[in-house]
């Protein structure tokens, strides 16, 4: 139903900043849960953040407090801003659109943070 588009990863040094992009097509972007998962090497994908509504959010505990994530319904575009990165941080980083029993992903983005 919704066709997602990931950009804005790359190499930074750890305590640096990232921000990550996720542009949607399709769907009814404004009454989706929209999310950031990531997946780094030899793990499973975890949820990183996602938001419901104009400000519904929610952090895993390792992320709160350094991770922001906020959406532009006009642009269909949810955003990952990500400060204080660390290291463990490093993964790839997938968007997820969740539409009622509809489950839609990204193609990834890779973050790698030096130490």
């Known amino acids: 139903q919704v066709q997602l588009v990931e950009s804005g990863g790359g190499l930074v040094q750890a305590g640096g900043s990232l921000r990550l992009s996720c542009v949607a097509s399709?769907?009814?972007?404004?009454?989706?849960?929209m999310g950031w998962y990531r997946q780094a090497p030899g793990k499973q994908r975890e949820l990183v953040a996602n938001i419901r509504g104009a400000a519904y959010t929610n952090y895993a505990d390792s992320v709160k407090g350094r991770f922001t994530i906020s959406r532009d319904n006009a642009k269909k575009t949810v955003y990952l801003q990500m400060n204080s990165l660390k290291p463990e941080d490093t993964a790839v980083y997938y968007c997820?659109?969740?539409?009622?029993?509809?489950?839609?992903w990204g193609q990834g983005t890779q973050v790698t943070v030096s130490s």
């Open positions: 399709g769907g009814i972007f404004s009454l989706s849960t």
């Open positions: 997820n659109c969740l539409l009622g029993s509809f489950d839609n």
